[in-house]
């Protein structure tokens, strides 16, 4: 979604892999395949 922020809690990071493989999150890329947010 145009626009959408990944927001994590405070003292905590927001990561992505993408088909297993880790992935900077960058504002108006679109991710294709099997996607993993994980929030450390």
């Known amino acids: ?3 959408m ?3 994590a809690p ?3 990071r927001v ?3 993408v088909d297993g ?3 900077a999150l960058q ?3 679109t991710y294709s395949g099997t996607l993993v947010l ?3």
């Open 15 to 17: 990561s992505l892999t």
């Open 10 to 12: 405070r003292g905590k």
């Open 21 to 23: 493989v880790p992935t």
């Open 1 to 3: 979604m145009p626009g």
């Open 27 to 29: 504002a108006g890329t």
């Open 5 to 7: 922020a990944t927001p």
């Open 38 to 40: 994980t929030v450390s």
